[in-house]
């Protein structure tokens, strides 16, 4: 199975540890990121129309070369290739179009028999510094809602299918470790990035059981330096909610 997500730091975080996490349950998944730090899909569409060597063709978050997306799409028969908007611009409908449109058609000529998804990313932190947070009234809630709302928008109008990872992170925040607002650890590094350990495992995991179908507790394969109690937590929660 071979995936190519077209993204940023979002889907860097998502991907990190999904081949681990899929070769420790059996499963070979072919995973590579576009990365560009911050990258929209008007930026998107940009280096596509300028066919740009602008990102770093990435296994396990790791860039190995730089890459166009043109060039990119034609390396492998891709079977997936999921598409997101920057984080701070998630929530904002208003943001997606034309750009959307143009990757969308892109990716279906140049990869006919690929499916492509929609990675729903995930809302900042309580209390994030992050520039973009004030348009959502710096609310977890309010942005986690809106970037439900335009997400479900945008997979219904072009009949795509969405991972979930934005509504797996919310839902791991109201449950015990991870009730940051009420004393427990955060699943983000910087208040809107993944942590390196917990944060990242919890996304990949999704994309994992989205990809295979398969039990979380198939999966043996944990990050460096973490508490298995937090580890079964989240696998338990995949289970019971993904």
């Not at 799409?73 to 034309?98: A, C, F, H």
């Not at 993944?194 to 039990?215: E, I, N, Q, V």
Request: with cysteine.
């Amino acid at each position: 199975m071979k995936i190519l997500a077209i993204g940023n730091s979002f889907s860097q975080d998502a991907t990190r540890y999904l081949q681990e996490i899929a070769a420790s349950a059996g499963e070979e998944l072919f995973v590579r990121n576009l990365y560009i730090g911050g990258c929209s899909l008007e930026m998107h569409a940009n280096n596509i129309k300028s066919n740009a060597p602008a990102y770093d063709y990435e296994i396990d978050a790791r860039g190995v070369r730089k890459i166009s997306i043109p060039e990119a799409l034609t390396l492998e028969d891709w079977d997936y290739i999921t598409v997101q908007q920057v984080s701070g611009r998630s929530g904002k409908p208003e943001t997606y179009e034309p750009y959307m449109a143009y990757l969308i058609q892109t990716i279906k000529d140049a990869c006919p028999k690929a499916e492509i998804l929609l990675h729903r990313t995930w809302a900042y932190e309580i209390g994030s510094g992050h520039g973009n947070f004030p348009a959502y009234n710096r609310s977890q809630l309010e942005m986690y809602g809106a970037i439900v709302v335009t997400t479900n928008e945008y997979a219904a109008k072009y009949g795509i299918r969405i991972i979930p990872v934005g509504d797996f992170i919310q839902l791991l925040r109201n449950t015990p470790p991870f009730d940051f607002k009420n004393g427990g650890m955060t699943l983000c590094r910087d208040n809107f990035h993944l942590s390196l350990d917990y944060g990242r495992y919890a996304a990949a995991l999704c994309w994992f059981k989205f990809f295979t179908g398969r039990s979380a507790q198939d999966v043996t394969f944990v990050p460096e330096n973490v508490y298995m109690s937090c580890i079964n937590a989240i696998k338990k929660a995949a289970d019971l909610y993904l």
